[in-house]
């Protein structure tokens, strides 16, 4: 059930396919009876493994002490869920961390009973490491399943094109209100008797429709006994996030934006950056003052470049480079990309744009917090694609502002990087930056700097 189901006006009812909750419900019944089992198998293997009886009674009973806190949390944190029906990574991850903190409880329990006599620590170790194997190869066997019978959906989504904007969605049902007569009118049991036909079986109804229609829709909807939503012209511009309701006031809103990071997030971002410029200036004194010589010998101007640029919530900054171009033809808005060739660049700046030595300097933007290690690159005020500036290309360029820009970032690592020649550069430097912030983490800001290595020279880099 790929590509989008319409029905013919005559085939109001019955609806279009059977209702998957049933199937949900069984899914998650066989998922858990098979983990119970799976969990079991796995510390009675761990005693044959560790003591070579399989079923040995102290393996067995950490296993029955672990089993019932791994239901809990499991049945908590959606290892038994749509989520992890419909993705295997995900039900893989919240079964590992169900079962990694079910294992540090019983350790606690343990400690705190003074009962460690009775259990083997190699053991339980072991246990622990066949079942989360067990439990993942088990998660994988479902997923092919539910692939291959439901081809990767649990739900029966349902389209009513109601004379709103176009919503598409792989794998839905999709209706025209037009033609099969659905009329939002409270007061018309007829009316309301074609929709709920039309809506039968359905987990999940999206109406398209029309500013006009949309609190008659919305009673409708609530009337519907399933999860309904309302997509409109209005809703579409503004690209909400969710809606934010104040008891307080009796006051509800559109969440329009909500930042990237945490304050957590924040926090360990801009220690690591801390640290890092630290080190790396300290380290690298010594070259730094050697290029900073190199400059000035070559002609006698001033080492640093100074530009402004736009930073994290849209506020201005002064970035730091090695001065690569002749002091007359300095641009100090960016709004000429360099050239290959560029007449601009002195003898010393072509090697330093070369090998990325000129971005240097930022070490002293991320030290003062203006910048990051890893993030999207700021661009000069006046950069353009063609013959637009970035800003009047894509609406949504200023959410690259949400993050600190990055002294590297994905879209450089992706090879995205040199002169924005077309509109087709900017956007698929955009794209990287915007996925970047979606799914920021640590790790993620480590491999990027590693891959940084590979692009350092690059044939774009001029």
Avoid at 104 to 126: E, K, P
Avoid at 213 to 231: H, I, K, P
Avoid at 267 to 272: D, P
Wanted: charged share 20%; glycine share 8%.
């Amino acid at each position: 059930m790929n590509a989008p189901v319409h029905l013919p006006a005559a085939k109001v009812r019955p609806a279009p396919a059977q209702s998957l909750e049933k199937r949900r419900l069984q899914l998650y019944l066989v998922l858990l009876l098979g983990d119970v089992a799976l969990i079991a198998l796995g510390f009675a293997t761990s005693g044959l493994l560790y003591r070579g009886e399989f079923g040995e009674f102290r393996a067995m009973l950490a296993g029955q002490l672990m089993l019932p806190l791994f239901l809990t949390l499991a049945l908590y944190n959606g290892t038994y869920s749509l989520s992890s029906l419909e993705s295997r990574r995900y039900g893989v991850q919240r079964m590992a961390v169900a079962l990694l903190l079910s294992s540090a409880l019983v350790n606690f329990i343990v400690f705190f009973a003074r009962a460690s006599t009775q259990l083997s620590r190699a053991s339980f170790a072991i246990g622990l490491l066949i079942s989360v194997l067990l439990l993942a190869g088990w998660r994988l066997i479902v997923s092919r399943q539910v692939q291959r019978r439901y081809s990767g959906r649990l739900q029966n989504v349902l389209v009513i094109d109601a004379g709103g904007p176009a919503v598409n969605l792989p794998g839905a049902y999709r209706v025209h209100a037009a033609q099969l007569d659905l009329r939002p009118d409270p007061a018309d049991p007829q009316a309301l008797d074609r929709i709920g036909s039309a809506m039968r079986n359905m987990d999940r109804v999206i109406v398209s429709t029309r500013e006009e229609d949309r609190e008659a829709w919305v009673e409708v909807l609530r009337g519907s006994g399933v999860t309904g939503e309302l997509a409109s012209e209005a809703i579409a511009r503004i690209d909400a996030l969710g809606l934010e309701r104040h008891a307080a006031s009796n006051l509800t809103t559109l969440l329009i934006s909500r930042g990237p990071l945490r304050i957590r997030d924040r926090v360990v971002k801009r220690a690591f950056d801390l640290a890092l410029s630290t080190i790396a200036l300290v380290l690298l004194a010594v070259p730094l003052a050697l290029v900073a010589v190199a400059i000035k010998l070559d002609d006698g101007g001033p080492v640093l470049f100074r530009q402004r640029r736009m930073g994290r919530a849209n506020r201005f900054f002064d970035i730091w480079k090695f001065r690569t171009m002749r002091v007359d033809a300095a641009d100090s808005d960016g709004a000429v990309s360099t050239g290959r060739e560029d007449e601009r660049v002195t003898r010393v700046g072509r090697f330093l744009r070369a090998s990325s030595i000129d971005e240097l300097p930022q070490l002293m933007n991320i030290l003062l917090g203006q910048m990051s290690f890893v993030g999207p690159r700021p661009h000069a005020i006046g950069s353009q694609a063609g013959s637009r500036l970035f800003w009047d290309i894509d609406r949504r360029y200023s959410q690259r502002h949400s993050l600190k820009p990055g002294l590297t970032g994905l879209a450089q690592v992706r090879g995205l990087r040199g002169a924005t020649e077309t509109e087709e550069h900017l956007a698929a430097r955009l794209q990287a930056d915007l996925e970047y912030a979606a799914r920021w983490s640590l790790w993620q800001d480590c491999l990027i700097m590693l891959r940084t290595a590979r692009v350092i020279v690059h044939e774009r880099a001029y």
